[in-house]
């Protein structure tokens, strides 16, 4: 089975600008979560998508949006770029929507800097 | 609200000597709880899971965890290290039935002597 796969793996970006990563879930996962992990933290939940709705979200404001395509790929959109933006996103599916016993997949990471 | 606390952002063990990280979580209602390891320029990885079924919860490479609701604590070890266990270890928690999102602890970064 294929795992999650993430693009780009590296990008850099100005403040101000906008932002657009992708995450292909792994095979019979239907639910992707997004994290943000900022260098020496753990990982904090952007936004989970199941159904193509988004199902739930952290702390984070409405310029990080998301979109969940039928084939339960999903997007993740950062408008009008900070600095504390930078950091390593991570994509993460899942088979079992709105139980605890959510047991993730990350991929690998896109690592995003904004200069 | 859920939330974790690794303590200890930094382990040292020699290479054969045990490994012990500790976490201690806060739920309001009966927790799922994980770790999950991070090597350099990857994902994370999960280690192993408790889901109520019993305590004491083993994982892969050699790791388990113990669940003790009187200490709200689910500590991870492994009895030997071993030099390829040197990575970044996440204890995380999600809520029960309803709960939509595992939150992350800030991590440990486990280094092994040889």
């Known amino acids: 089975e294929t795992g999650v796969t993430q693009s780009p793996t590296h990008l850099i970006k100005t403040r101000g600008q906008q932002v657009t990563l992708r995450c292909s879930s792994q095979s019979g996962h239907n639910t992707v979560s997004?994290?943000?992990?900022?260098?020496?933290?753990?990982?904090?939940?952007?936004f989970q998508y199941y159904r193509e709705e988004e199902n739930g979200r952290g702390n984070f404001p409405p310029r990080f949006s998301g979109l969940q395509f039928p084939n339960y790929s999903s997007e993740l959109n950062v408008n009008a770029l900070e600095l504390d933006d930078s950091a390593l996103y991570l994509c993460a599916s899942s088979s079992q929507a709105g139980t605890g016993a959510n047991v993730l997949t990350f991929g690998a990471g896109s690592r995003l800097t904004v200069l | 609200a859920q939330s974790v606390t690794q303590l200890g952002s930094h382990v040292s063990v020699s290479e054969g000597a045990l490994v012990l990280l500790r976490c201690n979580y806060s739920s309001s209602v009966p927790p799922y709880l994980f770790w999950y390891v991070q090597y350099p320029n990857q994902g994370l990885q999960l280690l192993l899971k408790y889901t109520?079924?019993?305590?004491?919860?083993?994982?892969?490479?050699?790791?388990?965890?113990?669940?003790?609701?009187s200490e709200t604590s689910f500590h991870l070890t492994k009895p030997s290290a071993h030099m390829s266990d040197a990575a970044e270890y996440f204890c995380a928690v999600s809520e029960g039935t309803g709960g939509f999102k595992t939150i992350f602890g800030a991590g440990t970064r486990l280094f092994v002597k040889a």
């Open chain 2, 52 to 69: 109520s079924a019993a305590t004491l919860v083993k994982g892969i490479n050699g790791f388990e965890a113990e669940f003790k609701k």
């Open chain 1, 34 to 46: 997004w994290y943000q992990q900022a260098l020496g933290q753990g990982p904090q939940f952007i």
